[in-house]
């Protein structure tokens, strides 16, 4: 379990880093955390011959809030995105999401930009960004852009990145007031790959009326997916438990679980009903245990 | 002789005199060993599960800078023999597949190279011309004539097959009321210690001799075997093992072919070659316990009396069998009948192979899969009679009245009090209260289950139950074999400190520490004054057929060794005393350091003194005794005796008891399991050190908790295998725990110096069942059977849609 040989780059900046990749293109892979890549290399599933490490690109290492939005810097550390007294004050769903990563000496050195790039669909960062509608900016030759969930994550284990683009930042919406959320997923053991994760958010009004329902689910599609025939049942609603078991219903109908060894495709898809009605209950206690 | 300070170290939870230099980084395992000149060995491995080998083209990998050489299959087959195996027509197992290869990882060819990234780099310039063959996964269709013949030589995928017969199982099944049936399917997992496998070899042409470093659990059979495969008398193969081995678990105690194969590809390129084996080399194919398919009946009376057990069990050793297999199959003989008295027995016992990975023991060596149909059918036949399934327990167990009991099967049960235990057990997770419990938890649609296994813990083998692959007429044509012996020397330096010499090779189960502790009671000296150097060099140290640690042997027949030689030691001490002093031995005794004449506190000699004069000043010492002050022992069990004309045979030596007694809750929506209790309450006879204990009765529990809700080796139809890394063959960590109370009740073997047994398999042989029990015991308002295992919350999930699907 060696990796092949490669060539090794430390960029300071991200122009040195985009520099780099416009030179290499699809030959150059970038390391961040290390935590997907590095056991990928040592199985030889894949032989990038050229690694650039952006660990030096130290200003790609923050937490930040702008308006109602809080920036993070896609070097950040997934430990710190979880312990940030801001992320649990502003964006709770985020910190629990992350909570769900591996183990602590996983979040220490995996980073928020290389889960996201990675694009794995049942990791608990793309199903949150999903949910919370994030936005991903990326510095290429030509300058910046900036995509959505939906644009940015293509298919299982591919984003729309272009080979000489970088991820620097991820824009995530605070969430408001009188908002109930959930985090929950399903593994076989604690850090375990989520058989099926769902993020749930409810943003409700005065008189306990939901104005919106967002629910995603990962694990259960080649990317995360909303669940939006759920959330509209949901919309402009009292929330009744008939109706959280309906949504439940709803969501799972979109499930297109693929079966593997941990899971049948049935499982999965019931597993999706099952965790979108217990999230759903549990933001819906939440934003109830805050009136 | 009277000794107070007897009884001071053993039975105390001394801390582990070995964790110091391991916390800090000074241990010395396989990895910690660099030679002069040392070179990298890589192995290139089958992609198939079923395939011809053409051709191999290694003409461009030898071309690649750095690389020394490149090993074979026709160079093993040249230079070496296949490992021989104990059954009546052996497949032909050479260290690498030769002509065909037989299970996805098997070795096919061997680069040495300046490095490792260098070696592998080779591996993908290898070109091998394979012809696939059709694949054979399933157990039973192996034993079928029209399923694919993993070995022309013997004509069929059945490597061993015996029908064995105790007592009158036919009248027995006359007098029953009712036979209880069931068919149970044991899944193939393994042990991962965190050290795999690892082999430096080297060979010395001008004396023609091999020196090899290795982390094998002891010499056992194995370094014979190797011998006998690479054609050299043994004493010209040198093993030596590292001062620590990072666990075994059994998995190092089958045939290690990679100690010939790395030995082949060192004497090939001159080179002094260094392997360890990566993570996915181990789960892919190191060695994994047997998975088993069983039918097993029982014939029981109303009451719920016992009186015989039918079945045929079919265990599958994969694309080979390799010593100590068949094994797998024979090695609970004397312990079949488990904790109850049956007398009556009809057996088949078939090993098979198919195009999966390869056996070895793992911890429990197949008393798990055993003992997974016998208490599966002993609930079934509660439910059945409608008794409670602790009660049916209590009804059959073997009565404390009963020691020593021998089994229908030929086991001499040495100690115990079976229902103490298990009442115990009971009484720690409050069973009356959790069968209310679970009444009321019913109501509310909560399905919590109450799960037992009561089961017998044979430690300490006799190598003889490996001759049970052959009939008695077979045997007759053969040299018996029994034996359980183990080594150990005992020196007095002249400032009268101790030295013990071992070779039981632990691999962490601190054996230092334990005979620091046993050696100082017996001396009255402390712990820290014994130094203790426990590996096996096979030039240095005193060993056998039986040498190592596997088997739990240590706590029982390792420790007799350490006792008889310390004494004798002792006896030799007393004569020089009493001989310096002028006095009668049988006068003297040994208090705080001293030798004191009784009667006289003025007449005494220090032990410094007495070890002095053995060293110093030889003339002194009584006539005709030896110079120096040491003793060794090197004991069998007396119990250790070959298999007899009816196939009975004492299997192990000792026999300790585990009763487990597990309460838990199955989440019918998602098929999660969550322990609510566990007791384990365990008699492994005279406690020697309860920390040890507690460490070794956790880790059991916990291994065998992996085997049954998480571990598993799956394969797919074309004969992949499904779960080669981490990330889907799932060990439980720390956070999968629960907790668990253990408690101990202790009967004394009157067959070991301190009446100690051996516990380090002990729940590993229980907690399948105990789990399977209970989640049955959960989910029998659903109409769920459980028959097999592993228990993943998909499986449960799909057995609750499918007792659903037929309600309907």
Redesign the interface.
């Known amino acids: 379990?060696?990796?092949?040989?490669f060539e090794y780059f430390t960029p300071n900046t991200v122009e040195e880093a985009v520099g780099l990749l416009e030179k290499y293109e699809d030959e150059a892979k970038i390391l961040a955390g290390g935590q997907s890549l590095v056991p990928i290399m040592n199985?030889?599933l894949g032989r990038p011959e050229v690694l650039i490490d952006i660990n030096g690109i130290r200003d790609l290492d923050y937490i930040k809030e702008e308006g109602d939005d809080l920036l993070i810097g896609a070097l950040t550390r997934q430990r710190d995105v979880e312990l940030s007294p801001r992320v649990q004050e502003k964006c709770p769903i985020l910190a629990e999401a992350v909570s769900f990563i591996g183990h602590v000496p996983i979040r220490n050195r995996g980073t928020i930009g290389g889960s996201l790039v990675h694009a794995d669909p049942s990791s608990e960062l793309t199903t949150v960004i999903c949910c919370l509608d994030g936005e991903m900016k990326v510095v290429g030759p030509p300058g910046d852009r900036t995509l959505g969930p939906e644009e940015f994550f293509l298919t299982y284990l591919t984003t729309s990145l272009e080979p000489s683009e970088i991820l620097v930042e991820v824009r995530i919406p605070t969430l408001p007031q009188n908002t109930g959320w959930s985090f929950v997923e399903?593994s076989?053991?604690?850090?375990?790959?989520a058989?099926v994760g769902v993020a749930t958010l409810l943003f409700m009004e005065d008189g306990g009326i939901c104005k919106e329902a967002r629910i995603a689910l990962g694990g259960v599609a080649p990317t995360p997916i909303r669940a939006e025939e759920a959330e509209e049942l949901l919309a402009g609603q009292k929330i009744t438990d008939a109706l959280i078991v309906k949504a439940g219903e709803e969501a799972a109908e979109i499930a297109e679980a693929e079966p593997d060894?941990?899971?049948?495709a049935?499982?999965r898809k019931?597993?999706a009903r099952?965790f979108v009605q217990r999230g759903l209950r549990e933001a819906l206690n939440k934003v109830r245990g805050g009136e | 002789m009277s000794n107070e300070d007897k009884g001071k170290w053993v039975g105390k939870g001394m801390k582990r005199k070995e964790d110091l230099r391991l916390l800090i980084g000074r241990g010395n395992f396989m990895d910690d060993i660099r030679l002069p000149n040392m070179k990298h060995a890589a192995i290139l491995r089958s992609p198939y599960p079923h395939a011809w080998i053409r051709g191999m083209d290694v003409s461009e990998a030898e071309k690649l800078p750095g690389v020394r050489g490149i090993l074979t299959g026709e160079d093993v087959e040249k230079m070496s023999k296949p490992f021989s195996v104990g059954v009546p027509v052996p497949p032909k197992y050479y260290a690498c597949a030769v002509d065909k290869v037989r299970f996805v990882g098997e070795p096919v060819a061997v680069v040495v190279a300046d490095d490792?990234?260098i070696a592998?780099?080779a591996l993908d310039l290898i070109k091998v011309d394979y012809e696939p063959l059709p694949v054979v996964m399933d157990i039973e269709e192996a034993t079928q004539p029209d399923s694919p013949i993993l070995h022309d030589n013997i004509g069929s995928n059945i490597y061993s097959h015996r029908l064995f017969k105790y007592g009158n199982p036919e009248k027995a099944y006359e007098e029953a009321d009712l036979v209880v049936k069931g068919k149970f399917l044991f899944p193939k997992y393994g042990s991962t210690p965190i050290e795999t496998y690892a082999v430096i070899a080297s060979y010395n042409p001008y004396n023609e001799e091999f020196v090899i470093y290795n982390n094998y659990q002891g010499p056992f059979v194995t370094h014979f075997l190797v011998a006998l495969a690479l054609g050299i008398p043994e004493n010209k193969m040198r093993w030596i093992v590292p001062t620590d081995i990072g666990g075994g678990f059994g998995t190092k105690t089958g045939m290690y072919p990679y100690i010939a194969l790395i030995a082949l590809a060192a004497k090939k390129t001159g080179m002094t070659v260094k392997w360890l084996e990566?993570?996915?080399e181990h789960l892919l194919a190191s060695s994994t316990g047997t998975d088993r398919v069983t039918y097993m009946e029982a014939a029981v009376k109303k009451d719920g009396t016992i009186l015989a057990l039918k079945d045929k069990a079919i265990d599958n050793t994969g694309g080979y069998i390799r010593p100590p297999e068949p094994g797998c199959a024979y090695r609970s003989t004397g312990n079949h009948t488990g904790a109850y008295q049956i007398k009556d027995l009809d057996r088949e016992v078939l090993v098979v192979g198919t195009n999966k990975c390869l056996t070895a023991p793992n911890r429990g060596y197949t008393c798990q899969e055993l003992y997974f149909s016998v208490e599966r059918l002993v609930d079934m036949a509660a439910t059945e009679l409608g008794l409670d399934p602790a009660e049916i327990r209590f009804k059959n167990f073997i009565q404390p009245g009963q020691f020593p009991y021998t089994t229908a099967t030929g086991g001499l049960y040495d100690a115990g009090n079976y229902p103490k235990a298990f009442q115990m057990a009971l009484d720690i997770i409050d069973y009356k209260k959790m069968r209310e419990e679970q009444q009321k938890a019913r109501k509310e649609s909560k399905y919590i289950g109450i799960g037992f296994a009561t089961v017998v813990d044979p430690s300490v083998t006799n190598i003889a139950y490996v001759t049970l692959a052959l009939t008695p007429e077979q045997r007759a044509k053969e040299r018996p074999k029994s034996g359980s012996g183990e080594s150990v020397i005992v020196k007095m330096d002249p400032l009268g400190k101790v030295h013990v010499i071992a070779s039981t090779n632990p691999q962490g189960q601190g054996h230092e520490t334990v005979i620091s502790q046993i050696v100082a009671d017996e001396l009255g000296i402390h712990p820290d004054d014994v130094t203790v150097s426990d590996v096996v060099d096979t030039h240095d140290r005193v060993y056998s057929i039986t040498t190592g640690s596997y088997s739990s042997r240590f706590a029982s027949v390792g420790t007799n060794a350490v006792v008889y030689a310390t004494r004798k030691v002792k006896e030799r001490m007393t004569k020089i005393a009493a001989h310096l002093l002028e006095a009668n031995p049988n006068d003297l005794e040994l208090k705080k350091g001293k030798f004191y004449v009784k009667g006289s506190p003025d007449r005494s000699i220090s032990i410094r003194h007495v070890a002095g004069t053995a060293h110093w000043n030889q003339a002194a010492l009584p006539e005709g005794m030896d110079a120096g002050l040491y003793a060794s022992s090197f004991l069998s069990m007396p119990t250790s005796k070959p298999v007899d004309d009816l196939d009975r045979v004492d299997s192990s030596n000792t026999y300790g008891f585990v009763a487990e007694a597990i309460v838990l809750e199955v989440d019918i929506?998602?098929?999660?399991v969550k322990f609510l209790k566990w007791a384990s309450v365990h008699d492994s006879g005279t406690v020697l050190n309860p920390m040890l204990l507690e460490g070794q009765v956790m880790g059991s529990c916990i291994h065998a908790l992996g085997g049954t809700l998480?571990e598993e080796f799956?394969y797919d139809e074309n004969g992949q295998c499904?779960?080669a890394?981490f990330?889907?063959y799932?060990v439980?960590?720390a956070?999968?725990v629960p907790k668990i109370d253990i408690g101990h009740v202790e009967t004394a073997s009157p067959l070991t110096a301190l009446g100690s047994k051996g516990a380090g398999e002990s729940s590993s042989m229980s907690v399948p069942v105990a789990i399977g029990n209970a989640i049955a015991d959960a989910l029998s308002p659903l109409g769920v059977t459980i028959d097999e295992l592993p228990l993943?919350?998909?499986k449960i999930?799909?057995l609750i849609?499918e007792a659903r699907a037929k309600k309907d």
């Open positions: 379990m060696k990796p092949s040989a199985f030889r399903l076989r053991r604690v850090s375990d790959f058989i060894y941990h899971a049948s049935e499982y019931d597993m099952v | 490792r990234y592998e780099d990566d993570r996915r929506e998602t098929g999660e998480y799956a499904l779960t890394s990330q889907d799932l439980p960590t956070m999968e993943s919350p998909n999930w799909h849609q």
